[in-house]
């Protein structure tokens, strides 16, 4: 397999600037408690829990004094034994606060036994967890839960037996739809994150990491054999790459799908460029309506930020700085919610939602998801390149050529890799052929984008399969661009994720594409474009066009997209307009 120069080019400047594999897990600073433990407090480490087979997992407990019972706080981990820096902050940050603190590495990893398997056995391993901490003479029989990424996967997972000891739960940049957002967003496998953390993260036992380039070396073909072309033999990302439709293999991680079964309350922390923004809203909406309890749907709460995956380090997300105001106190907002749900301490202050509106750069409380007074106002791609909220009234398409061989590269988004991920001037892929780009008229006065985006695009392929894409991104007075949001769905899967169908080459076909989320307010003189392609890579695996079985083949084939623009085919991107 070979790349053409251009890309070859572009993915070596992106590779220079990599830094180490590492976790996004220690995003919450806790820089505060980098001091000694309070006086009196009781530490053991590395105690065997035994789990219901029988599998004894490594397990520290910190208790802020010898005697007394206390409620719990519980982190769950894959990247560290416990003995790191700000895992060592979390311990503080808990005793200092009157709270016990338990860590634990989960099964087949560090020193607890058992064979490693991402997500499946967390459901069971978490809630033996909980029994065994309640029956604790140290216990108070509560317990609740932080931490961010798959620290935040085990939360909800741990949640779905309804352990009466898991009294609250705060979730940072968690999937809730594991095919969804982790391994097939629209049906595309995420190549870059399942590859570097699905292989070269969790690979090993300790995160050991290998010099392997995870973002210029992963073009190999086929996909099936990309672990053993690196070195690796990964049970896991075999599998994932054995169930690209939504079946049964998926189904049980559907965790949005499962909300009926969990019974507590949640602070929900995303952030509009993280991998996993589309599940932060979809569980916070999906347990404020259909939880187990009335206490738990009630006790729903949601904060988005300007934040990537690493949520709360740094004002600077990708190319924009948003000012010391994006930032807020997380160990002050985890205190005052599990102060209130194991202490009886005051209620949040605020609204159930608190957003950060990019552009304004201000925070704002809000009571529901989708906003009330929302106008979802429909803006058309038009055959001369414009965006107008104008219907179209006679024909018009444009076309552009699609080649796997050559695809666009990733530039920004909502992706876990530190040196892509966030909102970059678009300018380095404006000389690209295979990319449309629709501009709207400047905006005249300030309009606020904040809610759910979608596109509905018209398109024939000679292909029969591949993929369309859609972004959004805003234009500057002074011409300089920076993405929004961005999506995608694969041809055989426009009809829903469970069973494929290849289309017809040549036959125009409506795709809905799911772009997420965002919150953004435009400034006077500020336009939209969108932009209209059919790959992104590495963060998505190319489509190689030929219809074949998935991850199987070497072959390829090049594709001749045609996006229609007429009153009978009128594409378009809807957009969720705040009145103000």
Aim: proline share 6%; with cysteine; charged share 25%.
């Amino acid at each position: 397999m070979h790349f053409s120069t251009s890309l070859r080019a572009a993915l070596a400047v992106i590779a220079f600037s990599m830094t180490v594999l590492c976790s996004d897990a220690s995003a919450q600073s806790f820089d505060r408690y980098d001091g000694n433990f309070p006086e009196g407090v009781s530490i053991t480490y590395h105690q065997m829990v035994e789990m219901r087979d029988g599998v004894a997992l490594a397990t520290d407990i910190y208790l802020p004094k010898k005697k007394g019972k206390f409620p719990t706080l519980l982190v769950r981990d894959i990247y560290s034994n416990g003995s790191s820096q700000i895992r060592q902050r979390y311990a503080k940050f808990a005793t200092n606060n009157g709270y016990a603190f338990v860590f634990q590495s989960v099964r087949g990893r560090y020193d607890s036994e058992g064979e490693w398997y991402p997500y499946f056995q967390e459901i069971e391993d978490g809630d033996d967890t909980l029994t065994w901490i309640a029956k604790q003479p140290w216990s108070d029989g509560q317990v609740g839960m932080f931490g961010s990424s798959y620290l935040a996967s085990v939360q909800w997972l741990a949640a779905l037996n309804k352990n009466p000891a898991l009294v609250a739960i705060a979730p940072a940049m968690s999937p809730g739809n594991y095919y969804r957002d982790v391994a097939y967003p629209g049906g595309a496998f995420s190549l870059l994150s399942r590859a570097r953390w699905g292989i070269g993260l969790v690979g090993s036992r300790t995160n050991m990491s290998f010099p392997v380039d995870w973002i210029g070396g992963i073009d190999h073909l086929p996909l099936e054999t990309l672990a053993e072309s690196v070195g690796f033999d990964v049970k896991h990302f075999q599998d994932w790459l054995d169930h690209p439709s939504y079946d049964e293999y998926w189904k049980p991680l559907n965790l949005e799908g499962r909300a009926s079964e969990m019974a507590v309350p949640a602070l929900n922390i995303g952030g509009w460029y993280d991998v996993f923004l589309r599940s932060t809203i979809g569980s916070y909406q999906t347990m404020k309506a259909e939880a187990a309890t009335e206490t738990a749907r009630e006790g729903q709460r949601m904060i988005i930020g300007p934040w990537p995956h690493g949520w709360n380090r740094s004002t600077k997300t990708g190319e924009i700085d948003y000012g010391e105001n994006s930032l807020i106190d997380a160990e002050a907002l985890l205190l005052e919610w599990f102060d209130y749900w194991m202490k009886d301490g005051s209620a949040p202050t605020g609204g159930p939602i608190k957003i950060f509106v990019m552009g304004e750069n201000v925070w704002r409380n809000e009571e529901v998801w989708p906003l009330k007074d929302t106008q979802f106002t429909p803006f058309y791609l038009r055959s001369d390149k414009t965006l107008t909220t104008d219907e179209p009234v006679d024909g018009g398409k444009l076309q552009y050529r699609y080649d796997p061989a050559d695809p666009v590269p990733t530039l920004g988004g909502n992706i876990m890799e530190t040196t892509l991920r966030g909102p970059y001037d678009q300018a380095p892929l404006d000389n690209r052929r295979d990319v449309l780009r629709f501009v709207s008229e400047p905006f005249a006065t300030p309009t606020e984008i904040t809610g759910p985006i979608s596109a509905e695009i018209y398109a024939e392929s000679s292909a029969k399969d591949t993929d369309f894409m859609a972004k959004l991104v805003v234009v500057r007075p002074d011409g300089t661009t920076f993405n929004l949001v961005d999506g995608v769905i694969r041809a055989r899967y426009r009809n829903g994720f469970e069973k494929p169908e290849l289309i017809e080459p040549g036959e125009v076909y409506k795709y809905t594409i799911d772009l997420w989320a965002t919150s953004y307010l435009l400034a006077p003189g500020e336009k939209l474009r969108v932009d209209i392609t059919s790959s992104n890579y590495p963060r998505l695996a190319r489509n190689l066009n030929t219809g074949a079985e998935f991850a199987k083949t070497t072959k390829m084939k090049v594709a001749r997209q045609t996006i229609h623009m007429s009153k009978e085919h009128p594409s378009k991107i809807v957009l969720p307009i705040i009145p103000r």
